[in-house]
């Protein structure tokens, strides 16, 4: 049988090339492969007995990293049959944890240079884009099937927004729509809904994407918040049927577009005054006032507010308690601001394969709102 002792003198003489403990680990994972093969066995190396199963037949060189450094090791082979040591099996827990640590560096946004410096940070040999992209498939599996799952009860509000990145497109720099939708069940909890990235935000590509968010169970939503893209509004008037908000903080920037910067102040406390009323009546009376006190000045805002009043006032409609949440697209604004986060890392995407929805989303794909318990849109505003 295998010797139960290391053969120190051998490990000592290895100490002078400065690799003692990789040394030292080699020799123990050698003689716990010797020890385990002869289990495997019935008999150790040379031993005649009637309770051997098979021969052994040589070995074979594998190489294995490990914070110490690569192991050269030499696994035994078998005449008849297989042997691999079940402690160096693929995605052991040491394994399961540098897997861990670089798909989490991938969701946050890390390059592949950078993932290959921290892989050698840890100990181990560099590691090229293609295992990055194998270790991450995974990933891609379960993003694709959250934004493809069946979408169960009532979903009454709806955010939609669209951020712009950059894709190589037949030799030329082009920008694409990178879509995203959230929406509120009636549980008070918002989650992502659909991701899509498209080469516009024409009226065709938005029913697309409201259409199949359709087809997926999406229902019941009284109220879709968003920018005013003549598309986009046309899209929900045509696949949604539902009141279209449009966003408060961009209707504000567009409204002072037509006011001198000098006086921008000015007119955004008064035109403030129409959102801090109680109820839709009173804004709208106080949005109208406000507007005949400017169009002497600037007709133009004059003629933007009479135009966007409806749009804008739409969320009083709505219980009280949801207001904060509901006027704008601004809880979209984080989840833009991840997007391009993980965009900068790339720069220039070289095409939309690898524009894909795993390097877009945060690392929790499910947000918890801050509405009530419940939804009751039904409730008195």
């Keep these: 049988m295998t010797e139960d002792r290391l053969p120190l003198a051998?490990?000592?003489?290895?100490?002078?090339?400065?690799?003692?403990?990789?040394?030292?680990?080699?020799?123990?994972?050698?003689?716990?492969?010797?020890?385990?093969?002869?289990?495997?066995i019935g008999a150790g190396r040379h031993e005649r007995t009637g309770d051997r199963t098979t021969y052994r037949n040589g070995y074979r060189d594998r190489t294995r990293d490990t914070?110490?450094?690569?192991?050269?090791?030499?696994?035994?082979?078998l005449r008849q049959g297989s042997y691999f040591p079940a402690f160096l099996e693929p995605r052991?827990?040491?394994?399961?944890a540098l897997v861990a640590v670089i798909q989490e560096a991938w969701i946050g946004g890390v390059s592949t240079r950078r993932v290959d410096d921290l892989v050698q940070a840890m100990g181990l040999s560099g590691i090229s884009k293609s295992t990055v992209s194998k270790l991450c498939k995974d990933i891609d599996d379960r993003v694709n099937a959250f934004l493809d799952r069946p979408l169960a009860g009532d979903w009454p509000y709806l955010w939609l927004d669209a951020?712009?990145?950059k894709q190589r497109e037949g030799g030329r720099i082009v920008s694409v729509a990178a879509i995203i939708a959230v929406a509120a069940n009636?549980?008070?909890?918002?989650?992502?809904?659909?991701?899509?990235?498209?080469?516009?935000?024409?009226?065709t590509f938005w029913s697309g994407f409201l259409k199949s968010l359709v087809r997926r169970g999406l229902r019941g939503v009284k109220l879709v918040i968003?920018?005013?893209?003549?598309?986009?509004?046309?899209?929900?008037?045509?696949?949604?049927?539902?009141?279209?908000q449009r966003c408060r903080v961009h209707w504000m920037r567009n409204a002072l577009s037509y006011v001198p910067k000098g006086q921008q102040n000015m007119a955004s406390a008064a035109l403030r005054q129409a959102f801090i009323q109680p109820d839709r009546p009173a804004a709208s009376q106080t949005l109208r006032h406000v507007a005949d006190q400017l169009r002497a000045k600037w007709p133009k805002l004059g003629a933007f507010i009479d135009d966007s009043?409806?749009?804008?006032?739409a969320h009083l409609d709505f219980p009280a308690q949801h207001r904060s949440k509901i006027h704008s697209?601004?809880?979209?604004?984080?989840?833009n601001k991840e997007v391009k986060r993980r965009a900068d890392v790339v720069g220039i995407f070289p095409n939309e394969g690898s524009m894909a929805p795993p390097t877009m989303l945060p690392n929790n794909w499910r947000v918890a709102c801050r509405a009530p318990a419940r939804l009751d849109v039904d409730a008195a505003a």
């Design 10 to 40: 051998e490990l000592l003489a290895k100490a002078g090339d400065g690799d003692f403990l990789r040394s030292v680990a080699e020799a123990v994972v050698q003689l716990l492969m010797e020890t385990d093969v002869e289990g495997v």
């Design 67 to 77: 914070r110490l450094g690569a192991l050269q090791l030499r696994i035994p082979k």
């Design 92 to 96: 052991k827990t040491t394994e399961k």
């Design 163 to 165: 951020t712009y990145l």
């Design 186 to 203: 009636t549980d008070g909890k918002r989650e992502i809904v659909g991701l899509h990235i498209g080469p516009s935000e024409a009226e």
């Design 226 to 244: 968003s920018d005013a893209h003549e598309g986009l509004k046309a899209a929900i008037r045509r696949v949604m049927g539902a009141s279209w």
């Design 309 to 313: 009043e409806a749009d804008v006032l």
């Design 329 to 335: 697209t601004n809880p979209l604004e984080r989840l």
